[in-house]
């Protein structure tokens, strides 16, 4: 579990909570079963409608995914410097045949195992590279999906807000001849679907977007870092060549060092 958005979560979730405790004694009005269902049932409604549904569930499962830990580090980015550079030496001294039993270990990974795949079948770089960055961008463009709904549902939920509040004003100016002295009472359960609308949106889906969304472009920029780190395999360049152009991409304070690595050694 990633804590630092959990603990996020949680002081959000506190704050809302504790101004409502130091405004009021009377917490349960901010409580209306009808207005959950109309501000969620609706979203969800709209957004099946709109979209297909197995990218729905995937937006589902994205916003649950924002709690769990992002696999790419910078230690990683530093890492994948450091395989294709070791490739580089073993292309180097044993020729390009002695990487085909790479393949197998990084089966787990679609792209780098297609990457080195190419190489080993004689690709020129500008072709390795035109075919990298088409899985690189395709990838991206997928994944995306699930963020580009959330977004959708971010902006559908504060309408049905919007509608439960105008459904919970038109019952309540219908009963304004019987008992006046709920009209009160009633608009403030009317707010509520407004309130949980903006809530959902706020609090959930938008984040939600945002981290999915910056995830996959962190995971972007690794296949971009790989692929051009492959091309200069496939060119046979020096692997200290390979070291300072991998590097370029990288921030300073994650740059792979051949010569520490060697020193540790």
């Known amino acids: 579990m990633s804590i630092n958005t959990f603990i ?6 506190s704050l809302f909570i504790g101004a409502i405790v130091i405004s009021t004694d009377n917490y349960w009005i901010f409580v209306s ?3 959950f269902v109309m501000v969620i049932g609706g979203t969800l409604a709209a957004t099946f409608l709109g979209q297909e549904a197995r990218y729905v ?3 589902l499962r994205g916003i649950m995914s924002t709690f769990t830990v992002q696999r790419i580090g910078r230690s990683i980015l530093n890492q994948e410097v450091g395989r294709i550079i070791r490739w580089g030496y073993m292309s180097q001294q044993k020729g390009v045949a002695a990487l085909d039993a790479e393949v197998q270990k990084v089966q787990a990974d679609p792209f780098l195992s297609f990457g080195l795949e190419l190489v080993l079948s004689g690709y020129k770089a500008p072709e390795i590279r035109a075919n990298l960055q088409s899985v690189a961008n395709s990838t991206f463009e997928r994944n995306m999906v699930p963020a580009n709904i959330c977004k959708s549902m971010a902006s559908t939920a504060p309408a049905f807000g919007m509608i439960g509040t105008l459904v919970g004003l038109i019952i309540m100016l219908d ?13 403030a359960v009317a707010l509520n679907t407004t309130l949980y609308g903006v809530i959902l949106a706020r609090m959930v889906c938008v984040p939600a977007a945002n981290k999915m969304t910056q995830r996959h472009e962190i995971h972007r920029f690794r296949h971009e870092l790989l692929l051009e780190g492959l091309a200069l395999l496939a060119e046979r360049k020096n692997p200290r060549f390979i070291q300072d152009r991998m590097n370029s991409f990288l921030d300073p304070a994650i740059r792979f060092d051949i010569d520490k690595q060697l020193r540790e050694k």
Do not use: E, N, R
């Open 57 to 59: 569930l995937l937006a």
């Open 33 to 35: 079963a009808s207005s």
């Open 8 to 13: 996020a979560f949680v002081l959000c979730i």
């Open 175 to 187: 009963d304004m001849g019987t008992d006046p002295s709920q009209l009160g009472k009633g608009l």
